[in-house]
């Protein structure tokens, strides 16, 4: 069962970014993520996280100086949770269209409001069959560094296989064949611990 944690906000072609309806109920980075667009649903990569106020340039202020922990100040000010948010954006990796699995980019964005899922084991072994999304991680001009993001992605990933030594050896034999550089190399496979 796949577990809805937020809405779409904001779309293009290659990514999208969803507000989560619960504060701090963010995927962990690297996570598998999917949205419906018509008939095609579509898969990107939970690359960036943040939290914060509602309102553009308003940030919010220190309020724990007299409290006694973290959750006394949300007891104390419960309209924090009003104003602020948490979202995420993912990148967009691959499509399921016709009950194919492809992995590139789909014909049109995600739509405004769509249901963002979480995607659960079964689906993340299905899409992860194929390395091909790995192409687009690699060359995703984002704020967070490709290494950092494909090596994310591989280790949730293998955390839905029976064998994930097994899995994680396949993607390092497919990433030696995309990345000339070794020392990118060295540095990703170094992260799949």
């Known amino acids: 069962m796949e577990e809805r944690v937020g809405e779409v906000i904001e779309a ?31 898969y990107g990569i939970v690359h960036h996280a943040a939290t914060g106020s509602l309102e ?29 948010q948490s979202e995420f954006c993912a990148l967009v990796v691959g499509h399921r269209e016709g009950g194919e699995m492809r992995h590139y980019l789909p014909p049109q964005p995600a739509r405004i409001h769509g249901f963002v899922y979480l995607c659960g084991p079964e689906e993340v072994r299905e ?12 060359n995703a001009h984002l704020q967070t560094p ?22 994680l050896v396949r993607a390092g034999r497919e990433l030696a064949l995309l990345i000339g550089d070794f020392n990118q190399l060295k540095s990703i496979l170094g992260r799949l611990r």
Do not use: W
């Open 12 to 42: 293009s072609t290659v990514a999208f970014t969803a507000q989560c309806y619960e504060l701090y109920c963010l995927p962990p980075l690297g996570s598998l993520v999917s949205t419906r667009q018509g008939e095609v649903e579509l």
């Open 146 to 167: 490709p290494d950092e993001l494909v090596a994310a992605s591989l280790r949730r990933m293998g955390l839905a296989r029976e064998d994930r030594h097994d899995f």
């Open 127 to 138: 899409f992860s069959q194929s390395f091909g999304f790995l192409n687009l991680l690699l």
């Open 56 to 84: 553009p340039g308003r940030r919010p202020i220190a309020r724990g100086r007299d409290e006694a922990s973290e959750e006394d100040i949300y007891r104390s000010s419960p309209q924090l949770l009003k104003l602020l």
